[in-house]
């Protein structure tokens, strides 16, 4: 299989039955294995930057789920989390993992608890960052705001519309990181008009949110066998279920991190959210993997 180098990543693709899935890789092979999933609708891309942190402590792979970045999307449009945990099984064949970590963020932190409960021998410990519940009316209709489907316009407009997602707009933008972001979401938009409605308008975006909006994860939690990390942002609306998962996952153990002071390039805030990301404090992210792992 080849592969091409970015930096100090490997970056190939698994050939499964539904195609061929993109994939990043870095780090010593003889380091325990960490899998990091990406949330909707992003791709193994949001990883790239963060991989030198890790290089250290793990051999990391990223896959990007099918359907976005560059894996191909799939013969039928995925409908449910086993639909894309069925696809991640068969990447992690493909890259002859046997026992590794998994860390998960937003989408994929369902992916990864839904992996768990259907692989249980190979998952050594398990990190969930920003894990919610969107199984009811509230989730269904944040998700159907959020992703969007840009239908083409004659004279382009839909083109600035995705421009301006991508944070072409905002001041002190990197105009590299736009590009990519751009070009990301134009990739996800095009030639999918056959399953907007499917995904509530969504378009092939609207995929992963659809599958967790149908996926009962607490119920899925309860049956989590190995030692779970469950991360939040202090200032997250999500943290509202924090407690819930250290209660539904038998010996999980949580952090909150401090997101008040996020700031961006300029010093105005980042992350309107108020949920935590690794981008803004890398080193302290994977200090937090280190030390969880390593106590486990």
């Not at 890259?95 to 608890?113: C, K």
Request: some cysteine; charged content about 20%.
């Amino acid at each position: 299989m080849a592969t091409t180098s970015y930096q100090k990543t490997s970056r190939g693709f698994i050939k499964t039955p539904h195609g061929n899935i993109e994939y990043r890789e870095s780090g010593n092979k003889d380091l325990p294995k960490l899998v990091l999933l990406h949330s909707s609708p992003r791709s193994s891309m949001d990883y790239q930057p963060l991989l030198k942190y890790l290089d250290s402590n793990f051999n990391v792979f990223a896959p990007t789920t099918a359907g976005y970045g560059d894996s191909d999307r799939p013969p039928m449009p995925y409908e449910t989390v086993d639909d894309f945990t069925q696809s991640l099984e068969w990447v992690i064949d493909g890259l002859g993992l046997e026992s590794f970590n998994i860390y998960g963020a937003r989408t994929g932190a369902q992916i990864a608890i839904n992996y768990q409960i259907r692989n249980k021998n190979k998952i050594a410990n398990l990190i969930l960052e920003e894990p919610f519940d969107y199984s009811n009316e509230e989730g269904h209709a944040l998700h159907k705001r959020i992703h969007t489907y840009y239908p083409e316009q004659a004279d382009g407009s839909h083109l600035l519309a995705m421009w301006q997602r991508a944070g072409g707009e905002k001041p002190g933008a990197d105009f590299n990181e736009v590009t990519d972001n751009f070009l990301h979401y134009l990739n996800i938009n095009a030639g999918w008009e056959d399953v907007k409605e499917l995904y509530w308008n969504m378009g092939w975006e609207g995929a992963g949110p659809h599958a967790i909006c149908n996926f009962n994860v607490f119920e899925a939690a309860k049956k989590v066998s190995c030692p779970t990390l469950i991360i939040h942002g202090s200032e997250s609306r999500l943290l509202t279920l924090h407690d819930k998962y250290l209660t539904t996952i038998k010996g999980s153990i949580g952090k909150i991190i401090e997101t008040s002071s996020y700031k961006d390039k300029l010093g105005n805030p980042s992350n309107i959210s108020g949920q935590f990301s690794p981008h803004i404090e890398p080193e302290n992210w994977v200090a937090m993997i280190v030390e969880f792992i390593e106590n486990n």
